[in-house]
């Protein structure tokens, strides 16, 4: 339907979804385009934007924009919009959804039960962790991280948080440091932007932190966490578990993890309910069309000069 809309406005050169784009094969559709709608592993950066002459604008169907260099868009006078606020709070429901899930062991259980091996009663069986009382950590007090919040409250949980400033809006209890946070809580929510600026924030020292106890559930970007660490540590059984929405190196996901108990691994699929999904897309056309029409940008990425 979206893709209909588009071609109201544009002449449209599109990827088949069974026929992902090769990185020649995506420069070489962008060469020929003035604008580009883009999922966050779509890259524009210096490598695409010198065979794009004509491009300019860049609607990323993402809040996040890690996919995106907007110094060399800005440097190359192409424009980059992002679609905040839309999903804040469906993604904010996965976030949940994903902690409890983990600390219940509800996907483990269920292939138990699919798989035909639950053949007696037994009270020890898939004995998870409390949510409900305990203690959160949210890395990332933004927009996400306080809807996250939220959702914790009414599940009478402590919440304390690390961000790169002290959110002043906010009643709950600030961690300098992301180790300092891991140490006190019992779930460690990582909802952070990506890129370089927060590259392997979660490293071996924070997940000693974050102990046998601890859970560590993530929504932003797998490059927030170091991977290799987080397989060692749950390898070793140094945290309780981990919710995994983001990987490393997308979509491939290592076997260690893929095979690792105490784990509930999804495809990225945060923002992902068919509300939402159509909110960004309208969005990103909404983007597009102002930009073409001279009109003001609903959704400038605020990086983008
Ligand atoms: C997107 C996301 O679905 O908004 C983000 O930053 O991670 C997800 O909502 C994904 O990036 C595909 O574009």
Not at 4 to 25: I, K
Not at 92 to 114: Q, Y
Not at 143 to 155: C, D, E, P, S, V
Not at 254 to 264: D, F, G, I
Request: charged letters at 20%; glycine letters at 8%; proline letters at 5%.
């Amino acid at each position: 339907e979206v893709l209909e809309r588009l071609a109201g406005h544009f002449e449209l050169r599109s990827n088949q979804d069974d026929m992902p784009w090769t990185p020649e094969s995506w420069i070489a559709a962008l060469s020929s385009c003035q604008g580009a709608l883009t999922t966050g592993a779509d890259p524009i950066r210096p490598e695409q934007l010198a065979s794009c002459a004509d491009l300019r604008i860049c609607a990323n169907m993402a809040v996040g924009f890690n996919n995106f260099d907007v110094p060399a868009m800005s440097a190359a006078r192409v424009v980059a919009t992002n679609t905040p606020d839309v999903l804040t709070e469906t993604t904010a429901d996965f976030g949940f959804a994903l902690l409890m899930a983990t600390a219940r062991r509800m996907t483990e259980s269920e292939h138990f039960l699919r798989a035909g091996r639950w053949t007696q009663w037994r009270y020890d069986l898939f004995a998870g962790a409390e949510v409900h009382g305990s203690t959160l950590g949210i890395l990332g007090m933004g927009r996400i991280g306080q809807a996250i919040a939220k959702r914790a409250l009414a599940f009478d949980m402590s919440i304390a948080y690390h961000s790169r400033h002290r959110v002043e809006s906010v009643p709950y209890t600030y961690f300098a440091t992301a180790k300092e946070l891991a140490a006190h809580v019992d779930y460690l929510v990582v909802i952070t932007p990506g890129g370089a600026g927060t590259k392997h924030l979660v490293n071996a020292e924070v997940l000693a932190a974050l102990g046998n106890k601890g859970y560590l559930i993530n929504v932003a970007r797998g490059s927030v966490v170091d991977q290799a660490a987080l397989i060692e540590a749950l390898q070793k059984k140094t945290i309780a578990g981990a919710g995994l929405d983001v990987f490393a190196d997308e979509p491939r996901v290592p076997s260690e993890l893929r095979l690792a108990n105490h784990t509930v691994l999804t495809p990225h699929i945060g923002s992902a309910t068919q509300q939402t999904r159509q909110a960004m897309a309208d969005l990103c056309l909404a983007n597009l069309a102002a930009h073409f029409e001279g009109q003001p940008i609903p959704a400038l990425v605020p990086e983008c000069a």
